[in-house]
C-alpha cells in the first residue's frame, strides 16, 4: 500500500483511478497491473553516463549537476559504482514492466544500465555464485521512497524463483501480501510523507539450492507507538484505523460498536479516501496468509479497543482528600470494559489507582483525572505496540520454513528515514540513531575496509578525505553514552527529566556531536552525520520505561479474549514482583548471596539468563564442519573478530525479546546491534534514496536540498574511492574458480602452490590491465570482471552453438538415412504390387531364394522316400499272401524257395 508522494525513488507509485485520485496508498492489485504490463523500454536521453565512475573528473558541481540532468530525463535512477542512487520523481514513470523485468533477468547478463530491478538481478545472481547470503540496505530520508523501493526490490527478486519460471507459487504471493498488511499497520501520513514507515522492518526470503523459496522471516524496529495517542497537525495516525472505522462494512462495525474516524480522539478527525477499497484489500491480504476468522475477529476487537480506550474521560471527586478520580462518563468506559473482555471495576482500579510494590508490600496511590489520562494513554500505546508484535510473530510463523538446514537468504532492511522536525523527542532520537548506524556501517564498507584492506595486501590506496560519524556513534551507543545514561537514570530512583538533561550536560559535552546549548533545562542538541538536531528532554525518561503499570499488566492478564490477554503475557504483574520480593526476603534470611546476585544481573541486564545458557551450550556443541566454499566466503568477508552464521528471524518471537526489557533503550540497542551482527555476515547492496523537493512535487529539482542529500550520503567520496581505488577483492583461489575456464583446460588440476601463478596467467590471457595482486588477493576494477565474465559467457555460447551444431549434423543425418529408407520401401511396395498383379506362373512359382529351393528339395525327397518305402512295403504283402496262398509242389523244392524269397522280402522292408 504505497503512497503516491512516497513513491519509489525512481518508481512513484501508480496514479489511483480517478475516484481516489489523492495523495494516498494504492492497492497491491493497482500496484500489479503496472509492473505486468508490457510497455516498452525508455531508456533516458542524455550524455551523462549510467554510471558516474566513468565520468572524468568529479567534483560537488558536477555531481549536482549530473544528477540533476539525468532526473529532467527521466533517468531518476544512477549508479555510483556498484552503489544505486535513486531520485524521487513523485510521479508514475512506466518504467517496471514485463519488458524491463526480462531485461534484468538474473539468468540473463548483469544489465549496466542502473534500475531498481538490476540490485535485485545482481543480489540473485551472487546468492548462485558466490553462496552467500545478501541484503539489499535502502536508506534515505523520510519521503525519499524507500519504501517502495524495497517492495519493487522483492517483487523482482521473487518474479524469477523457482527457476525462473515468472509464476508465483502460493508461498511467494503471501510473502508479497505480508508487505501491505505490515504497512497497513505501520504506515502513516506525515509532514514529510503520506506513507510514512514509522517502524523498521527487516525481511528476509530463505531459498532453498539459488532458486527455490522457502519461507522468509521479518523484524521490526522501534514502532513509534506515541503516535497512536497523539499526532502532530496535518498528521494521522496509522493507516489500519481508518480502514478499519470508515471502509469495514456496516455489519462488523456495528459488532464492535465503532462509529466514523471523527468520532474518535485519537483519530484527529482525519479522513483517507475509498476507505472501503482498502478495507477490502486488508482483509485480502490476511486471507491470503491464512489468517483464521477467529484471529482476524480478535485482531479488529483489539483495534476497537484501543480506540474506545482514547474515549475514557476523567473527573476529580470533589470531596476526596487523596487526589483520587473515576470515569466521567460509565457508559463509555462500561463498552471499553466489554471489549477489552475484563471487569469495568477492575478497569477503574488499573486506570485510576498507581499499585507499588515495596519490601513485600504493595501500596496503592489514587491518580488524579490528568494522570489517569497519561495512564490511559499508556495502556493504549502498549496494546498497539504488542499487538503489531503479535501481528509480526503470526507472519514468522505462517510464512516460516520447518525444515531446518544450511540454507541462503537475500535480504532487505527498509528502515525509517532521518527526521528533523521542529520538535523532536524520544522517537525521532531513536530513528536518528538508527540512521547514524546505517551510515556508519556504510562508511565502514565502503572506506575504511577497503583502505585498511589495500595497506595490509600491500596495495597502494587512493588517497580519499571522507567524514566519518565515530563521535556520533559513540554519543548515542557508546558505553557512557546516551542510550547508557538514560538506562541508568531510569532505575535510578526519583530522577526525573530534570536530573537526567543535567547529568547529560555534566557527561557528555565532552563529545564533539553533543551540545548542551548553553546548558538549557529543557533540550540538548546532537550533530548527526545529515544534520544538527535539538531534542526535548521532556517526557524522556517515562517513555523509556518499557513496561505498563503492575495493575494495568495484571487487568490485561485477567482478560478473557486469549489473543488481548496474550498481549501482555511478558508484561509484570503485582502478584510477579510480589513474588520476587518474598523470594528474596528469604534468600535474605537465609543467606542466599548466590540468589541475590542472579537476580541483581538479571535486573541489570534484562532477564536474559535463558538466552546466555542456551548460547553457552551452543558453544559447548560440537562444531558443524564447514564446506570449502563457506570457509572461502568467511576468507573473502569483510574483517570480522569471529565470523559466525546468523540467526534465522523466524526463530525468535517478538513476545521472547520484550520479555525481561526493563526500558525501550536497552531493547532498541539490542535488536540494532542483533541487525549490524547480520548485516557484517552478508554481502551488502547499497540503495540511496535522494528526494528533489520538500514539497513533493514532480518536474522540481531543489538544487540545496539535493546537493546536503548526496553530500552526507557519501556519494562524491564514493565515486572517487571507487574511480582510483579496486572495489572487487577475491582471494587467489576463488579467483581461478570462478574464471579458469576462460584459458585453463578443464582436466587440469589447481592446487594450493599454483593459484597465484594461474590467477596471473587468467588476467594476461585475457589482456587486462590496472589490476592490482596482494599478498593473498587479486584485486579488480569492474571492468576486469566484466571482461572475464564475458570470455566465460563467450565460451559457454560457444559450447551451446557447438552443441547446437552437432545435433542438428545429427539430426540431418538422420533425416537424409530415413528419407532414404523411405524410398527403399516405397520400391519394395511397388515390386510386390507387380509381382501380386502377374498371373502365378511355374516359373514365378519357382523363383525363389536359395533357401526356400533348398527346403522345397528336402520335402520332395522326403515325400518320394515314403512313397517308395510304401510301394515296397505293399509289394512285400502282396508276396507273401501270394506264397502263403499258392499251393505246395509235392517235390517240396519250389515252396522253399518261395519261402525263402518271401522272407527276403520282408525282411530287405524291415531294414529299410
Known sequence: MADADAAAAGEATTPPPPSTATPQAITLAAQAQHVENDSPIKDPQTDIPDNLVMMEEMTQEKLLDACRRRYEADGVYTFVADILVAINPYRWIDM??????????PASHLCPVPHIYGIAQRAAKNLRLLNRDQVCIVSGESGAGKTESAKLFMHHLLTYSDGGS??????????????????AFGNAKTGLNDNSSRFGKYIEIIFEGMDKVLGAGARKYLLEKSRVVSQAEGERNFHVFYYLTEGAPAALRSKLKLQGCDSYRYLQHAHVSDPANWFSELDKSLRVLEFTEDEIMSLWTALAAILKTGEIDFKDIADSTDDSCTFADRDVALDLAEALGVDIDTLENALTTKHVVIVGETNHKPLNAALAAQTRDTLAQNMYDN????????????????????FRSVAVLDIFGFENFARNEFEQ?????????????FIQHIFTYEIKELKEEGIRAPKVEYTTNDDQVDLLTGPG???????EQTKVPNSDDKTTIIKMHKELTSNPAYDNLRNSPLEFAISHYAGKVKYQVTGLLEKNRNAPSLG??????SSSNPMIASLFKSSETTEDRLAKDEQMSQALKSGDRGFMRRQSQMRRFGGHKKAKEEAEKKAAAPKKKLAPWQIANMRGAQPKEEPKKAVKLKRQSSEKRRAGLTTLSSAFKGSLDALMEMLNLATPHFVRCIKPNMTKSPNNWDAPIAQKQLNYTGVLETTKIRQNGYPLRVTFEDFCDRYRDTCIPPTYRLTSGVYESTALRILQSADLHGWGKGKTKMF??????????DILEGKKRAANEARAKAAAEQ?????????????????RAKIRAAAEAQAPSKAVTSSLNWQEEMAQQKEARRKAAEKKKKEEEEEAKRAAEAAKNAPKEEAGEPDAEAERKASFAAARSLWK
Not at 430 to 439: D, G, K, S, W
Not at 552 to 557: N, T, V
Not at 780 to 789: Q, R
Open 96 to 105: 517496471y514492466g514485463k519488458q524491463y523485468k526480462e531485461r534484468y533477468n
Open 166 to 183: 515468472g509464476h508465483s507459487t502460493r508461498l511467494e504471493k503471501q510473502i508479497l501480501e505480508s508487505q501491505p498488511l505490515l504497512e
Open 387 to 406: 499487538l503489531f508484535s503479535w501481528l509480526v510473530d503470526q507472519l514468522n510463523g505462517k510464512l516460516a520454513t520447518e525444515d531446518e538446514g544450511d
Open 429 to 441: 532520537m531513536f530513528i536518528n540513531t538508527a540512521n547514524e548506524a546505517l551510515q556508519h556501517y
Open 481 to 487: 553514552g546516551i542510550f547508557a545514561l538514560l538506562d
Open 552 to 557: 494495568i499488566a495484571g487487568m490485561m492478564k
Open 780 to 789: 579488480l576494477k569492474y571492468e576486469h570482471v566484466n571482461v572475464l565474465v
Open 811 to 827: 539430426a540431418k543425418k538422420d533425416a537424409e538415412l530415413a528419407e532414404i529408407e523411405r524410398k527403399r520401401e516405397i520400391e
